[in-house]
């Protein structure tokens, strides 16, 4: 099959690019049936297109191009700009709008909370409905033979496939924009965009072990509270943005949060303020706010001198290499094959039947031996802990991840006469820049639920004792000293390494 799929290969990309699904499906059909391909020998062999080809760096230029146009083009499609009429349908004067309405919601809570839901209801469910209806209009223009586009992203719409994993995992040197990146260079002068990473970091006898990470971290009062000098992600994102003659900084926050704490921002331009900087928060035109400040669908990325941190997951290469647990190990895993000791991220061991009959349990331990974690749920609701010597059951889940549970350092407090401990981790903050990793501070997270003395075999009922985060109810986060910084910064930049090394090779940078 291979042969005949190669050879069908190779007369497809002789077709002119972009063409139109009329001309496309015509030509595919001639192929298929001149190299004797069905359509299940189709699929199969477009599925192994990396398997079939090699690796992407050795392929031909002219089959280079090929595959950056079909990214190009996918991630353009994804976000609505890949033909004028799609921009129309899912961002243009209906959908501004709804966002309108979103806003006139926010503004009219304080007078009448149901009208505020219904008109936010409503403008969310328009802007749900205008995408929908974008989505299919490119359907019908396919199957009308209207739909243009490159050659490859024709294969893939005839084969009925998502080439996301093709995109995600093979294609390099995609033209890095607002489209198919949170890093680029904007349009203003000396602007840039900057990807916005949270990065969890457990310690364990004096060393950080990397736990994971993600792109919509969390923003809380708590931070700026810890920090005499205040919020060390703020100081550290404005240091940067001035030491590169930015005079601004536009920040999109986290969608997890239904807006961005007022709290926060009244500390950040308090903080800018003081030292003549210019900052502004963008709304999320889908959530919206109650503040007076500027929405996503308005940002073109035009202003000169500003530094544009996102810190709002969307669907492209490197977000998901950061934020798909499992994914990022793997890639640490190799990383830490190709570098020198002192360079390596420390991660939890893996774990299999053999070494968890290696490691016997004692009855008097008081830490579980084993973590699983949803892949796709964060903000620890999707994690399950076991004191085990088996494999649990939920492991064999493809939607999971199994790891050692590493036993952590412990604070020790002394409480109604008797000492207690609790666990504690670092929250570290990361800007990925066109340049290289920036380290942007940390956060010292301490459980608020005491270590018991005692744990049961089998699965942890009550997981709160073991770990840390700041949305389970009693958890808080205390000062850090400087040496703790330090040996933070020290670890977060060997993951910013480890990222700008697959930023620069999956992305032009200079697009």
């Excluded at 001639?30 to 992407?56: W, Y």
């Excluded at 409503?122 to 223009?141: F, I, N, P, Q, S």
């Excluded at 390099?172 to 349009?187: L, M």
Aim: net charge neutral; with cysteine.
């Amino acid at each position: 099959m291979n042969v005949s799929f190669k050879s069908f290969w190779n007369e497809l990309l002789d077709l002119p690019g972009p063409v139109r699904a009329a001309v496309a499906k015509k030509e595919l059909a001639r192929l298929a049936q001149k190299h004797r391909l069905d359509n299940t020998s189709l699929v199969q062999g477009v599925l192994a297109l990396s398997e079939i080809l090699g690796p992407f760096k050795d392929l031909d230029e002219p089959v280079k191009a090929q595959f950056v146009a079909l990214a190009t083009h996918y991630l353009a499609e994804k976000a609505f700009q890949s033909e004028p009429m799609v921009r129309v349908v899912a961002r243009g004067s209906l959908y501004r709008l709804c966002v309108k309405t979103i806003k006139a919601g926010w503004n009219i809570r304080k007078r009448s909370m149901f009208v505020s839901r219904v008109l936010i209801f409503a403008g969310r469910k328009g802007t749900l409905l205008l995408e929908w209806l974008a989505k299919r209009l490119l359907d019908l223009a396919f199957k009308i033979g209207w739909y243009q586009a490159p050659v490859l992203n024709m294969l893939f719409r005839a084969c009925r496939l998502d080439p996301k994993i093709v995109v995600d995992e093979y294609v390099q040197q995609i033209p890095a924009s607002p489209c198919s990146s949170p890093v680029f260079h904007g349009k203003g002068a000396k602007s840039r965009a900057c990807a916005l990473i949270g990065i969890d970091f457990l310690p364990s006898n004096g060393k950080l072990y990397f736990i994971e990470s993600n792109f919509n971290p969390g923003h809380y009062i708590d931070r700026h509270l810890c920090s005499p000098n205040g919020d060390p992600l703020f100081r550290h994102m404005m240091e940067y943005a001035k030491k590169e003659g930015l005079d601004q900084l536009l920040f999109y926050p986290t969608g997890f949060q239904k807006y961005f704490n007022i709290q926060v921002e009244a500390a950040w331009q308090e903080m800018a303020q003081a030292d003549d900087f210019r900052l502004g928060i963008i709304d999320d035109a889908f959530l919206g706010s109650p503040r007076d400040r500027r929405i996503s669908a308005d940002v073109d990325y035009s202003d000169d001198r500003t530094l544009y941190v996102i810190s709002r997951y969307f669907d492209n290469p490197l977000a998901n290499f950061v934020v798909r647990k499992g994914v990022m190990e793997a890639n640490i895993a190799t990383y830490n094959e190709n570098v020198e000791a002192k360079d390596r991220i420390r991660l939890p061991g893996a774990v299999d039947h053999e070494t968890l009959l290696a490691k016997e349990i004692g009855r008097d331990d008081r830490f579980p031996n084993i973590i699983v974690k949803n892949k796709y749920i964060d903000q620890a609701l999707g994690i399950h802990l076991y004191k085990t010597d088996s494999i649990p059951q939920i492991a064999n889940n493809n939607d999971y991840v199994v790891s050692e549970y590493v036993v952590p350092d412990t604070i020790k407090k002394n409480e109604e006469g008797e000492s207690r401990e609790y666990v504690y981790l670092f929250r570290t903050y990361m800007l990925i820049t066109p340049d290289g990793p920036v380290y942007a501070g940390t956060r010292k997270d301490v459980s608020g639920t005491a270590i018991p003395d005692h744990l049961e075999e089998g699965e942890v009922t009550d997981i709160a004792p073991y770990i840390t985060n700041l949305t389970t109810d009693g958890d808080y986060c205390v000062p850090f000293s400087e040496e703790e910084d330090q040996l933070c910064k020290t670890e977060t930049m060997k993951v910013g390494r480890l990222l700008h090394q697959f930023l620069k090779e999956k992305y032009d940078l200079t697009a």
